[in-house]
């Protein structure tokens, strides 16, 4: 190997100087377009975090090589999960970050690196995670699709580029393109020069091209696929706004807000009416100069038009992505920001007062309520004068009283909706699974009713009662791919557990008082993989981990080679059957056994690595014979330190108080592997002291780096340490072997490892052999044969279902009433955000209390179901009971008297606004009224259905929208016949968008193309 290959898998530098270059790199790092970008499993920089703040070389929170397995569909094609989240799902390092990281800890065999490049959008800059994945065909042959990737950036004439290089089409043929949505609808892309992202070209599109025929025609006037486009029935005369909206990709959150916007009369009406060409607003510098409005009012046209089933909103999407960034992506999004963004620039947009004056905001300073909420609610008109302004804003009054010097703060704050939190339950269900100490039982999976804020410990309690084994016989760990990501402490919070997180408990055998001690063993199981040629002199195996790990408690005594095979085998009977004596394994090459050997110190690392350090290696090898005996007693020594108490705290937390038995728990566990293969040996792993504790010679101990030294002394006695381990136990081992010529083949070799599964072999090349601070973690190495023949697959997947999970999750429901009452409940303000007390002359966690003053004539009220705090986020799925009629205000409303003729504040509902789903992905639909006819109907993008109103109030329910009873106009279209035939009044369900007779055909394919060719 020559000295530069061997430079570049560079030792990697201090854990703090680690750190420090990759924080400031991620923090100085600005996005560039054109730069590239990586992704990085979150999972896996975690763990790194970890390492490097609190980890020292040999912690066994050592990360391994970086593994983004968890963003890929599958290993097969490496493609990305779709709607990954950033910081939750991945982080982004630049690349420099990326490089620095990739040559200090590699990168899992055979995954691609995940580089992403930063494009530049309108009004940001973004890294691309996802870029747009669309599909390619010839009007010729659409049976042969290909499918590419495109940058928002990129332009259409680089996809016609792509296509002709793609499908080979001779150069000067002169083309068409043609878009086709997932709904069928299809358009032409005429302006070549326009972005991928303008064209609103997103992920599942088809691009169809076709080429201009010799005689000078095209192949057809409208590609065969566009047969359905037909512009539609122009005669289409359906009730007016009773209009789908066509997916965009993503955009079922936008359709939703615009169809509940779209059935509140006043701001229809007034678009409709074209009342707001007087008011565009071109030189607001908060508006976007009118384009937003503008769109918008195209969009309402469209809709109310009654002459089309659905209408694509492809113009307002673009113009919605341009200004507000945050709505382009491919993530999902919130009905609730895309419509108060929608709210606050259709109002920049229309504000009739072009020249805002400054206003000093007075403190009410014991001035009556009355008094201060007209000069707020002036001062607020005479900078805002806007339809917005007219029918959603309302004011409400905010009181803050300092703990300190008890100064009271009285503002009023006009608002466009009310925000209001749902009760939060203060239990959570969670659902994990047992593991009995009995061998044959199938883990079962339980639901346990434990308190949010409570301890892992309360969540062992919650299982007991159900097991009836004591909780402090119990350990928690969090599962992930096949390895323990974390072992919990009692007094961990519950907070720390995702619902999403795998969660197995285990049950520990009984410890009495006078019992020896126990050590907490966490068990993988590992299959070895490719082999190496044994003629290459690194004869090494890597391995992918299977199954479920376990976690046991060992007797100290029980330490033994011999006898952790045993307990093994006997803990694992469920689906791991024992050979009978007909079939005694036995060794059929004596060469196997070395090999074996060997294998167990150079696993781990990569293919190249292993190449790499074995070549490396070789020249000292001379030296095996004369340093044998020496080190074969060391290794002996190792047995006698004792043994790690019980302790099952994540490693991290307390490496520094185990740094002190680090040590000797790093020799017993070095020998554990270094006698891995060996299993004839009879010595215990931490047997009697006696026997060996005075040839010691050189402890293992001393072997690890130690602060003060040199990269390059470390890396002296590695080699010494590499080269020389492996002898002594060969000579030991055939010794033994000629001792005891009938060797029984074990099913599986006994390996140490670290937390996440790989053996340990500290930093990259220059650490230490294993290493462990507190937990000792072991693997099980199968060879792929034997797995077959002795672990039963199909049976150690399985597990029971306890009756709790039978019993269905009780659905709460509240009282909208509580929820406004919640609103209007005195709070103490946050750390992150505290009030500056003009007294004190400081920040201070004052109180603060809010109440309605005044309310509009359309009040949106958004139900606070994703609930964020620092630790949890979770959607809350509870019942609102939402009145549909008669939403009595007045005895909410803080000012108790009405002025001469002002109506009572009394609500109808008009729309609803619903989210089905998680956190993370989800679809919005809306419930609306009519306006013209008084229906309720059910848009789903571009379906539309009949609604009842026992339908309406659901736990999907997200923002809702209430007309106050005064302004409401009476219908002027009777209610539609909505049982036809059948006296049965089954409405709902009913599509009406596609009408007419081939309602099949046309059901999937109601829309209309905005363009006509
Ligand atoms: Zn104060």
């Not at 377009?33 to 040999?58: C, I, L, M, P």
């Not at 059948?982 to 209309?1008: F, H, M, R, W």
């Amino acid at each position: 190997m020559t000295a530069n290959s061997r430079c570049s898998a560079a030792e990697p530098p201090g854990l703090e100087t680690q750190r420090r270059e990759i924080e400031s790199l991620l923090r100085e790092c600005e996005l560039c377009a054109g730069d590239s970008w990586y992704v990085v499993e979150h999972r896996w920089f975690d763990q790194w975090k970890e390492f490097v703040e609190t980890g020292d070389q040999n912690s066994s929170s050592f990360p391994g090589q970086i593994d983004n397995t968890e963003l890929f569909e599958d290993l097969d094609s490496y493609h990305v999960k779709e709607r990954l989240v950033e910081n939750e799902d991945f982080v982004l390092v630049p690349a420099e970050a990326w490089h620095k990281l990739l040559v200090w800890y590699g990168m899992v065999v055979g995954q691609p690196p995940l580089e992403r490049k930063v494009v530049d959008l309108p009004s940001t800059l973004k890294v691309e995670v996802y870029p747009v994945e669309i599909f390619l065909c010839l009007h010729s042959n659409m049976d042969n699709v290909i499918t590419a990737q495109f940058s928002r950036a990129d332009n259409i004439q680089s996809i016609q580029r792509a296509m002709c290089q793609a499908f080979s089409v001779p150069p000067g043929s002169e083309c068409r393109l043609w878009m086709k949505s997932s709904d069928s609808s299809c358009e032409r892309l005429r302006n070549l020069h326009v972005s991928v992202l303008d064209a609103c070209l997103s992920s599942g599109m088809t691009v169809i091209m076709e080429t201009r025929n010799a005689d000078g025609t095209w192949p057809s006037s409208r590609p065969q696929i566009m047969r359905n486009s037909v512009e539609e029935q122009d005669s289409y005369r359906g009730q007016s706004g009773v209009c789908g909206l066509t997916n965009l990709g993503n955009t079922c959150f936008m359709n939703s807000a615009l169809q509940c916007l779209s059935n509140t009369p006043p701001l229809t009406e007034y678009f409709l009416q074209s009342s707001y060409l007087e008011e565009l607003n071109f030189t607001n510098p908060l508006g976007m100069k009118g384009e937003i409005a503008e769109a918008y009012a195209d969009v309402i046209k469209q809709m109310w038009s009654g002459r089309h089933y659905s209408v694509v909103p492809r113009v307002f999407k673009t113009k919605v992505g341009h200004f507000a960034s945050q709505f382009l992506g491919y993530q999902q999004h919130d009905s609730q920001e895309l419509l108060s963004f929608l709210l606050d620039g259709l109002h920049e947009d229309l504000n009739r007062v072009k020249n805002k004056e400054y206003i000093e905001l007075r403190d009410a300073e014991g001035r009556p309520d009355q008094e201060v909420a007209e000069e707020a609610w002036r001062n607020h008109r005479r900078r805002n004068d806007s339809v917005i302004v007219d029918t959603f804003h309302g004011l409400f009054k905010s009181t803050l009283v300092c703990p300190e010097c008890h100064k009271v703060s009285v503002t009023f704050d006009p608002f466009c909706y009310l925000s209001v939190p749902l009760p939060v339950s203060k239990e959570r269900v969670m659902e994990v699974f047992y593991v009995s100490l009995d061998p044959y039982a199938k883990p079962v999976q339980h639901r346990v009713v434990v308190p949010k804020a409570g301890k892992v410990s309360d969540l062992c309690s919650a299982l007991s009662e159900m097991t009836s084994v004591p909780p402090s016989q119990m350990v928690v760990a969090d599962v992930f791919n096949h390895h323990f990501f974390k072992i919990y402490n009692s007094d961990e919070s519950l907070s720390c557990i995702l619902d999403r997180d795998d969660i197995f408990v285990y049950e520990l055998s009984v410890q009495e008082e006078q019992q020896e001690e126990q050590v907490l063993l966490a068990l993988y199981l590992r299959e070895r993989s490719h082999y190496r040629d044994y003629g290459s002199g690194s004869s090494s195996y890597g391995t992918s981990l299977f199954g479920h790990p376990l976690l046991l408690g060992v007797p100290r005594s029980s330490c033994s080679q011999e006898a952790l095979y045993d307990l093994f085998l006997q803990r694992l009977a469920r689906y791991v059957r024992r050979p009978d004596p007909s079939e005694e394994l036995e060794e059929e090459e004596e060469d196997d056994d070395e090999e074996e050997l060997y294998k167990t110190q150079t696993n781990g690392i990569s293919d190249d690595e292993q190449q790499e350090e074995a070549e490396r290696v070789e020249p000292s090898q001379a030296q095996l014979s004369e340093d044998a005996p020496a080190n074969s007693q060391s290794d002996a020594t190792a047995k006698v330190d004792p043994l790690p108490e019980l302790n099952h705290t994540q490693p991290s937390q307390d490496h520094k108080e185990a740094t002190n038995g680090s040590g000797s728990q790093t020799e017993l566990l070095n020998s554990a592997e270094a006698n891995a293969a060996n299993c004839t040996s009879d010595e215990s792993l931490c047997g009697n002291p006696s026997s060996t504790a005075d040839a010691t010679s050189e402890s293992p101990a001393d072997q690890t780096p130690q602060p003060g030294q040199t990269a390059e002394e470390e890396r002296e006695e590695d080699k010494q340490e590499e080269a020389c381990s492996p002898s002594p136990l060969t000579i030991e081992q055939s010794t033994k072997r000629r001792a005891c010529p009938k060797r029984r083949k074990s099913l599986f070799t006994i390996q140490a490892v670290n937390s996440n599964g790989t053996t340990e072999r500290g930093m990259g090349e220059g650490g230490s052999a294993v290493s462990f601070s507190s937990q000792p973690y072991v693997a099980i190495d199968w060879d792929p044969d034997m797995k077959k023949r002795f672990y039963n697959e199909n049976e150690a997947e399985k597990y029971d279902k306890h009756a709790s999970m039978e019993v269905p999750q009780q659905q709460t429901t509240v009282q909208l009433q509580e929820c406004i009452e919640l609103f209007t409940t005195v709070e103490t303000l946050e750390e992150e955000n505290p009030w500056y007390c003009p007294v004190c002359k400081k920040h201070q966690l004052a109180t603060k209390k809010l109440d309605l003053w005044s309310l509009p004539e359309v009040l949106i009220i958004h139900l606070k179901r994703f609930s964020y705090t620092k630790f949890t986020r979770e959607k809350l799925d509870s019942i609102v009971d939402f009145p549909l009629r008669d939403l009595d205000f007045s005895s909410c409303l803080l000012r108790k008297k009405l002025s001469n003729g002002e109506p009572r504040s009394c609500y109808d509902l008009i729309a609803v606004s619903n989210h089905y789903g998680g956190l993370r992905d989800g679809h919005y639909t809306s419930y609306a009224k009519n306006k013209d006819n008084g229906q309720w109907y059910y848009f789903d993008d571009s379906k539309v259905t009949y609604a009842r109103e026992p339908q309406i109030v659901t736990n999907a329910a997200y923002v809702l929208f209430y007309h106050r009873q005064d302004k409401i106009r009476k219908p002027t279209l009777p209610p539609p016949n909505t049982s036809p035939a059948s006296s049965t009044p089954q409405p709902a369900n009913e599509t009406i968008t596609s009408c007419k007779d081939d309602s099949a055909e046309l059901g999937a394919s109601s829309y209309v193309t905005m363009e006509t060719d």
